[in-house]
């Protein structure tokens, strides 16, 4: 059973960044694809950044320029740069994995308020 934990949720201000992570205790290469989700309060989960084993990422626009996502094999992590955040970024942010099932991890909240 592979779990997924994330980290580096917080509170910043407009125009602040943060960087998530997301731990897993198997190997990523066992993914299809990874990616990080949010859902903000009253809303539906909505999918941020794909990226597949190969190929390119996928971007939600509304992150755009704004957000990168990466990967460290030897770590089995992949993270989520968030630069420029606004309050509509705010939202408990998830860590997916998909290979022979679905994987999220616990979720971590990011707050963007002055």
């Known amino acids: 059973q592979v779990q997924l934990v994330e980290s580096g949720g917080g509170l910043v201000q407009p125009g602040g960044s943060l960087k998530l992570s997301c731990a897993s205790s198997?190997?990523?290469?066992?993914?299809?694809?990874m990616g990080w989700y949010r859902q903000a309060p009253g809303k539906q989960r909505e999918q941020v950044v794909l990226?597949?084993?190969?190929?390119?990422?996928i971007y939600a626009d509304s992150v755009k320029g704004r957000f990168t996502m990466s990967r460290d094999n030897f770590k089995n992590m992949v993270f989520l740069q968030m630069n420029n955040l606004t309050p509509e970024d705010t939202a408990v942010y998830y860590c997916?994995?998909?290979?022979?099932?679905?994987?999220w991890g616990q979720g971590t909240q990011v707050t963007v308020s002055s």
């Open positions: 990226m597949p084993r190969t190929g390119s990422k």
């Open positions: 997916h994995g998909n290979g022979t099932r679905a994987y």
């Open positions: 198997g190997s990523i290469f066992s993914f299809n694809y």
